[in-house]
C-alpha cells in the first residue's frame, strides 16, 4: 500500500488500486486548477496566477493553451491581483467552457478566441464563476463565490450580492443554491439523479445535495470541506481538502484519504478508461495512472 494512502474502509479497496505511484509531472506552475481530461489524450489545467490554460501530456512539457485566460486587463483594480485568472473548465457538447475570474463570466472557446457566453444574472455581471459542470442534456451548473474579487469579499454595488450556484438551460440562467458564501466545487453523480456543492471554507463545512429533477435542496452528504469535487462511476465521492484527496462513499461515509506535498485544489478522472487521476495542487499537477480499478 502506498505510504500516502490511509484506508478508513475496506470496500473502497474494490474500486482503488492500493499499490499505485504519485507521479509529479509538473511542478513549475503558480496556482493550478480546474482540471479537465480531453479525449485526444491530453490533459487541461488552468493555472489562476498565470493568467494562462494549459495542455499537459502526461510525460511532455507543458504547453500555453489559452493565455490571457481569465482576463484580458490583469491590472483591474476590481480584482484580487493573484486570481484573475481562469479557474474551471468542463465540456459541453464538445465545446469548451472556461470560468473567467477576471472577466465575471463564462466564456466558451473555439481553438482561437474566447467568447462570453454567460455573463451576468439580473442584469448585474457575475462575481468570479469558479467550478463547473455540464450534463448530457446541456445544462451547465457553475458557482459564482468573490475569490477572484477585491479582497476575496463581495462588491455587490458592481458585482452579484451573493456567491451563488447557478444553472443555465434552455437559454436562461437559473440561480439554485444560496446556502453558501464561498460556494466552490460542483459534481453530479453517475446516476445523473444529484448536484453536490461543497466550500473551501471552514465555516460552511457541508456538501449540499440537490436533485437534478426539481433543481431543489435535498440533503446534506457529509459535513466536510472542500475545493474541488468529483465522483467515480461507482459513486464515490472524491473531496480536494486540505488534508489531501479525501474519498467519501455515497452516503458521506470516509472511506480513504490520499496526503501530497501540497495541498489539492482540484482533479480529475483521464486517461484511456478515465481510470487515472490527475490533482492539481498549488505549483505542482500529480498524476496516478491506474488509480481505479
Known amino acids: ?12 479497496t474494490q474500486t482503488i488500486r492500493t499499490d499505485f505511484e504519485i507521479d509529479t509531472i509538473l511542478n513549475d ?7 479537465v481530461w480531453n479525449e485526444e489524450g491530453y490533459y487541461l489545467f488552468s493555472d489562476i496566477t498565470a493568467n494562462t ?3 499537459v501530456i502526461p510525460g511532455s512539457a507543458k504547453e500555453v493553451y489559452i493565455r490571457n485566460s481569465g482576463t484580458d486587463n490583469p491590472g483591474d483594480t476590481d480584482l484580487k491581483p493573484d486570481q484573475v485568472g481562469s479557474n474551471g473548465l468542463a465540456y459541453s457538447g464538445g465545446n469548451l467552457l472556461v470560468c473567467r475570474h477576471g472577466s465575471h463570466m463564462v466564456a466558451t472557446w473555439d481553438g482561437q478566441e474566447l ?14 464563476p469558479n467550478d463547473i459542470i455540464a450534463d448530457e442534456s446541456g445544462r451547465i451548473f457553475f458557482s459564482d463565490p468573490p475569490y477572484g474579487l477585491k479582497d476575496g469579499k463581495l462588491s455587490p454595488e458592481r458585482f452579484q450580492p451573493i456567491g451563488g450556484v447557478y444553472c443555465y438551460h434552455g437559454g436562461a440562467v437559473q440561480l439554485i443554491c444560496d446556502k453558501y458564501q464561498y460556494p466552490n466545487g460542483v459534481c453530479i453523480t453517475p446516476d445523473k439523479k444529484k448536484l453536490y456543492i461543497c466550500s473551501s471554507k471552514p465555516f460552511e463545512k457541508f456538501i449540499s445535495v440537490y436533485d437534478l429533477g426539481n433543481l431543489q435542496f435535498s440533503s446534506i452528504l457529509a459535513e466536510e470541506n472542500s475545493d474541488g469535487i468529483k465522483c467515480d462511476t461507482a459513486g464515490n465521492v472524491y473531496l480536494s481538502s ?3 484527496i479525501l474519498i467519501l462513499d455515497g452516503n458521506g461515509k470516509r472511506q480513504a484519504l490520499i496526503t501530497f506535498p501540497t495541498v489539492p485544489a482540484n482533479h480529475c478522472f483521464g486517461g484511456k478508461d478515465k481510470k487515472d487521476l490527475l490533482i ?8 496516478i495512472k491506474n488509480f481505479l480499478q
Open 115 to 128: 467568447t462570453p457566453f454567460l455573463t451576468s444574472y439580473q442584469n448585474k455581471p457575475f462575481n468570479s
Open 29 to 35: 506552475c503558480q496556482f493550478t486548477e480546474g482540471p
Open 280 to 287: 492539481t495542487g498549488r505549483e505542482n499537477v500529480y498524476l
Open 242 to 244: 486540505k488534508e489531501g
Open 53 to 55: 490554460v494549459y495542455k
Open 1 to 12: 500500500m502506498h505510504p500516502s494512502l490511509q484506508v478508513f474502509d475496506e470496500k473502497i
